[in-house]
């Protein structure tokens, strides 16, 4: 996908709070400046956990 001059999306990792596993998504950085938390699925402990955004 192309990206566009100005555009608000920026890729992001989200890592467990429980083990190193790791998402990728997007986050629209003008509604959420913050680092984001999401509760998520983490098939290494077989839970759900906090994932917390990295850098």
């Known amino acids: 996908m192309a990206k566009k001059s100005g555009e608000n999306r ?4 989200l890592k ?3 083990s190193g596993h ?4 997007y986050k629209n950085k003008r509604n ?3 680092r ?6 983490d098939p ?4 759900h956990v906090m994932y917390k ?3």
């Open 16 to 18: 467990s709070s429980e």
């Open 53 to 55: 955004e990295t850098k």
């Open 36 to 41: 984001i938390e999401l509760k998520k699925y």
């Open 44 to 47: 290494t402990s077989r839970t």
């Open 10 to 13: 920026i890729i992001i990792t």
């Open 22 to 25: 790791t998402y990728v998504t």
């Open 32 to 34: 959420d400046p913050t």
